[in-house]
């Protein structure tokens, strides 16, 4: 059973990760930063903790981490403003890394950008910014002393999860359903073996738990 904290828990991906640990029987902090989250947070078997990662210091994250075997980072400003990009996707991410190496967490994962997102489209200022970013908390995360997993997510949609997928180090762009990121992302916590790997994703035709035992070690 693993004890597991979630920075960004009341997204659509963080959300359904709430449910499936919880439905599995592993312990879950979601950590949210509206009040009214709460309630629906502890429906989803959840133990709230209401902390901003944008006002939060790394010293009361590593408190609300203090305990988690692993953290999951699936905060973002979903493209909104450079600024607000810049306090949660990037800022966001370096408080949490630090945060959790000062709490004696072992394991960290992140929900990340497929480098392909956007190719082929005119890409404004704002989702440019967003990439660099998104590259930039890669590469802090990489070069911390984390048992570290990048997970690179496709184009989210909101379809129903069909349980299959596509995961490799360097694959196809495409789509995926949030419903199938947190049951990869489920399925790593569960493999600790997948140690220091950045993990692309996409929606495909092999079960998700296959297709992550299959990443090369």
């Not at 990340?112 to 190719?119: E, I, T, V």
């Amino acid at each position: 059973m693993a004890n597991v904290f979630i920075v960004g828990a009341a997204g659509k991906v963080g959300s359904r990760l709430v449910k499936r640990l919880s439905d599995n029987d592993h312990q879950v902090t979601a950590m949210h930063r509206k009040p009214e989250q709460s309630d629906s947070l502890t429906g989803l078997g959840g133990k709230p903790c209401l902390l901003s990662i944008t006002d939060a210091s790394v010293d009361s994250l590593a408190k609300a981490m203090k305990g988690a075997d692993t953290v999951v980072f699936s905060a973002g400003a979903g493209g909104a403003s450079v600024e607000l990009t810049n306090a949660v996707d990037g800022e966001g991410l370096e408080k949490s890394v630090d945060a959790a190496q000062a709490a004696g967490v072992k394991r960290f994962i992140l929900v990340s950008a497929f480098p392909d997102a956007g190719r082929g489209k005119h890409i404004s200022e704002t989702f440019e910014n967003y990439m660099r970013v998104k590259r930039l908390a890669d590469v802090y995360l990489a070069q911390s002393k984390l048992d570290w997993v990048i997970l690179r997510p496709g184009t989210l949609t909101l379809e129903e999860g069909t349980g299959n997928v596509n995961a490799g180090l360097a694959i196809k762009y495409g789509d995926i359903s949030r419903d199938d990121v947190a049951e990869t992302l489920l399925a790593i916590i569960e493999n600790e073996g997948i140690s220091r790997k950045i993990i692309e994703l996409t929606e495909g035709e092999t079960p998700v738990r296959e297709a992550i035992a299959s990443v090369p070690a």
